[in-house]
């Protein structure tokens, strides 16, 4: 930096490029942690004009912002640690999330009878479960930033190791890597995919993240430093050395499912998938206001419910219910949820019904992106309460 001369302002994580414009009233929401729980506004978001990447900065405020959430993180805790359920497309019952990921893998073929898997920021274990089920001929090793999960790990068949510390120290190749809802929290994320390539070596790579295209709430999550749309993923993980074989958007319901190889890919070789509709930097620009401006709506829109007869219910236990729920603070009655687990448990102080016991004449308001709360207000539809879907998302 020459004297005089202000200081560079960020790079994009994904394309390098210093072209970042803030994302207006970002700063003004409220925002959630990852682990589900209510964090304070005063966040910025940011949009690269050059490739549409959706990012934070990994500045020192965002830094002390993320070590304060991950001293006390403590993943589905709802549940009491089981990992969150996710509505198959096909048949729109609720899953486990693994599970659905691990079936997919498996049936697209391309992996050995016998192997070795890393799972990075493996957490208390629930995707290394999900695999130990599946793959019978492979082992199993864990990277997370401490130790605390060790003994749940180690109770995994087949589990070899739990690395800590420097991903650079590990030191050895795995026929699959895998980074379930791992990337986004990484400062640095392209130097974290560079370091990742010595260990796939000839192995692959997969990696799951939410789709920024299709989930609106995943800006709020204060320690995701990246919302990945398909394209914005693809480009980081090119700069980054990987090629990629396969990306879907339609194995989870609003996330990105890819798999990538270290090295150039031959095109023709590729799956063609949902990637390569690039999304240039203005439209990505106007996308995010649409999402602020949508946040605002579906706030506005509990506090009407919140004044009509009936208690009022939240449809959900995770990201956007917990956000929400947490504006409402007194006025909620209950959550409502699906997933046997957290039924019968108390979420903010609540309790957490099954559809079928919510109180007749009950306002539910399901708390969810647009597409997926019509999947379930229409699948409850015979309930006698009312289920009142978000207002729709208006995408300029
Ligand atoms: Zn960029």
Redesign the pocket.
């Given at each position: 930096m020459t004297i005089g001369q202000p200081a560079a302002a960020p790079?994009?994580?994904?394309?390098?490029?210093r072209?970042?414009r803030e994302v207006e009233g970002f700063a003004a929401l409220p925002r959630i942690t990852s682990d589900c729980r209510a964090y304070p506004a005063g966040g910025s978001l940011h949009v690269?004009?050059?490739?549409?990447?959706v990012?934070k900065i990994p500045d020192s405020k965002w830094l002390r912002e993320i070590g304060g959430i991950y001293a006390g993180y403590e993943a589905y805790y709802q549940s009491g640690g089981d990992e969150q359920i996710v509505f198959d497309r096909a048949t729109g019952k609720p899953r486990r999330r693994s599970d659905v990921i691990l079936e997919r893998l498996v049936g697209r073929g391309g992996l050995a009878s016998r192997g070795r898997a890393l799972d990075v920021g493996c957490g208390n274990g629930a995707t290394l479960a999900a695999m130990s089920a599946t793959l019978a001929g492979w082992s199993f090793s864990g990277y997370e930033l401490g130790e605390g999960a060790l003994p749940r790990l180690s109770r995994i068949p087949r589990f070899e190791k739990l690395h800590t510390g420097s991903l650079d120290a590990i030191g050895q190749c795995f026929d699959l890597v895998t980074l379930i809802h791992a990337l986004e929290h990484f400062p640095e994320p392209v130097a974290a995919l560079s370091q990742l390539r010595g260990l796939v070596g000839d192995g692959q790579l997969f990696i799951e993240v939410c789709n920024i295209d299709e989930n609106p709430f995943d800006i709020l999550v204060a320690d995701h430093l990246m919302h990945f749309s398909p394209h914005?993923l693809e480009?980081l993980l090119e700069r980054a050395g990987f090629g990629t074989v396969a990306v879907a958007t339609d194995w989870v319901p609003k996330e990105i499912s890819l798999l990538a190889r270290a090295g150039r890919i031959d095109p023709r070789s590729a799956v063609p998938g949902a990637a390569g509709k690039a999304a240039p930097?203005e439209p990505a620009l106007a996308r995010m206001a649409s999402y602020v401006a949508w946040l605002r709506a579906m706030v506005a829109r509990a506090g009407q419910l919140e004044r009509e007869d009936g208690p009022l219910g939240i449809f959900g236990t995770s990201i956007a219910a917990t956000w929400l729920g947490s504006q409402l603070g007194e006025r909620v009655s209950f959550f409502v949820d699906e997933d046997e687990s957290r039924v019968g448990k108390k979420h903010l102080g609540r309790p957490i019904v099954r559809p079928q016991e919510v109180p007749a004449g009950a306002n539910v308001y399901v708390a969810l992106s647009p597409a997926i709360a019509g999947m379930i207000a229409a699948r409850h539809a015979g309930l006698p309460c009312r289920l009142v879907a978000p207002p729709p998302l208006r995408l300029d």
């Open positions: 790079a994009c994580q994904v394309c390098g490029e072209q970042l690269c004009l050059a490739c549409g990447g990012q914005a480009l930097g």
